[in-house]
């Protein structure tokens, strides 16, 4: 087929720093709020790191990360999205003076990148609060946190000047309502908080979030800067008015982080639900005007749509990583996600159309057990044809897209080599096209082997997505 993908697309892979470096505690890093999550995102913290989070070592990318960027180049990447640890730079986050090693490493790392050609897209907070902002200001509900958060972008807005045109500010940031502890740093248990707390939280993020684009505008005038989102498109489980109703509240609740980020205004849909649930929310006159620094483009994250019911008793819970109600029509993987590539078609288009920027799909994978073969030549691989299909038929969807004439800057697959998972915490849920051998048991070599994934990327880079089935 005709290549339908710009010429200057962005192929690449993502990865965040807590499910990959390791090294949690080496060269000055502070722990962060990942440090004593060893089981997930639903999992219950625990009051120092314990040797049964995998996320202590990781796959060991700190020591790594010349043979993993090495094998990147391979297979083409243009892009590599990639998230700053936060407690290595500031390992309590509230000092004035950044941890000069903890700087150093991301030298190193953006070095390497562009050795091989490879632009760095930055996540600066990636599920990565320092564990001190956490416990001693309760994390995004302390107005503080805000100024600690500029303070963190300005410097290494300053450090990385000429070596990062892209950056995010927070990764997935409506999951905060979700997973408090791990997106917002609150250390107050999720049962416990109102919606007040939580809404307020929000209003701190997003107010620092403007504030790191205004610096990075003021700092990198040449880059850019985005916000980040879990997508999911929320379908009426039938055409029910009620039904329809119910979809499109659930969409609104995903849609005011983006329209508050890319419009720089708290939509008036807001006003109705703050009122029905008593939020008043403390903005100053500095909030509002901080709020209108709005973002160059707009990244999301995609695994999954949703349906919704104004039926409350057909909520399982099951079937999507949000609840919702299961989609009779898709099949889902082992973990229970539903796939469904057109849903990825229809959500890059709604998007578009609501804020005629640019869009830049920054997480898409498929996680499952991977079976590691030894082939009749010795050499060791995947059979992920189940991997293969799955983004070839997301990639098809993007290219229909561009078709719709939706503006897309590029797309990272997630967890490019294998990683830690963030809502189980464990490594069996492999999304790589590069298999690492280590095991939930804390066994293995951390060999890296390419799965039969790899080439096919490699192919679908090369010929700029002309290739795809």
């Known amino acids: 087929m005709m290549s339908k993908f710009p010429k200057d697309f962005l192929w690449g892979g993502a990865i965040a720093a807590n499910q990959c470096e390791g090294a949690y505690n080496e060269d000055g890093k502070g722990l962060s709020v990942e440090d004593v999550a060893p089981h997930g995102w639903k999992g219950l913290p625990t009051s120092e790191p314990t040797s049964d989070n995998m996320k202590l070592v990781g796959i060991d ?42 700087l150093e490493f991301y030298d190193k790392v953006f070095d390497e990148c562009h050795k091989y050609g490879m632009e760095p897209l930055v996540t600066l907070s990636h599920y990565e609060t320092p564990l001190h902002l956490s416990k001693t200001y309760d994390g995004w509900r302390n107005r503080k946190m805000i100024g600690f958060f500029e303070h ?18 927070f990764n997935e940031i409506n999951s905060i309502t979700h997973a408090p502890f791990l997106s917002g740093g609150i250390y107050t248990p999720k049962e416990k908080l109102s919606k007040q707390d939580l809404y307020q939280a929000i209003h701190h993020e997003l107010v620092a979030s403007a504030r790191a684009v205004k610096a990075c505008h003021e700092i990198l005038p040449d880059a850019q800067i985005g916000c980040m ?25 995903n849609f005011f982080f983006s329209d508050i980020q890319v ?38 994250s995609y695994y999954m749509s949703t349906c919704e019911s104004s039926d409350p008793s057909l909520e399982t819970g099951e079937g999507n990583i949000l609840g919702g109600v299961p989609n009779p029509y898709l099949k889902a993987s082992e973990w229970g996600w539903q796939i469904d590539p057109e849903g990825l078609r229809y959500y890059l288009n709604i998007l578009y159309d609501r804020y005629q920027k640019p869009v830049f799909i920054v997480e898409n994978g498929f996680g499952a057990v991977d079976e590691l073969i030894e082939l009749k030549d010795g050499t060791k691989t995947v059979n992920d044809d189940y991997r293969i299909d799955y983004l070839n038929d997301h990639l098809v969807q993007v290219a229909e897209a561009i078709e719709d004439g939706v503006e897309i800057m590029g797309y990272t697959s997630w967890g490019c080599i294998d990683l830690v998972s963030f809502t189980t915490a464990e490594l069996k849920k492999r999304y790589g096209f590069i298999y690492v051998d280590r095991h939930d048991d804390g066994t293995g070599t951390l060999n890296r082997y390419k799965k039969k994934s790899f080439n096919w990327y490699k192919e679908v880079i090369a010929t700029n997505g002309e290739s795809l089935g």
């Open 152 to 169: 963190y972008a300005r410097t290494v807005f300053t450090r990385y000047k000429g070596k990062v045109k892209y950056w995010l500010t």
């Open 229 to 253: 989102i879990l997508g999911m498109p929320v379908y009426p489980l039938t055409p029910a008015p009620a039904d329809v109703l119910a979809a499109l509240q659930t969409e609104r609740e």
């Open 263 to 300: 419009r720089g205004t708290y939509p008036t849909y807001a006003e109705r639900f703050f009122k029905e649930h008593d939020i008043c929310l403390d903005i100053t006159t500095q909030d509002q005007q901080d709020l209108l620094e709005t973002v160059d483009f707009i990244s999301f």
């Open 61 to 102: 990318f700190y020591h790594r990360y010349k043979e993993d960027i090495q094998l990147f180049a391979e297979m083409g990447f243009k892009v590599f999205r990639l998230s700053i640890a936060w407690s290595r730079i500031f390992p309590q986050g509230d000092e004035q003076a950044p941890n000069e090693k903890g």
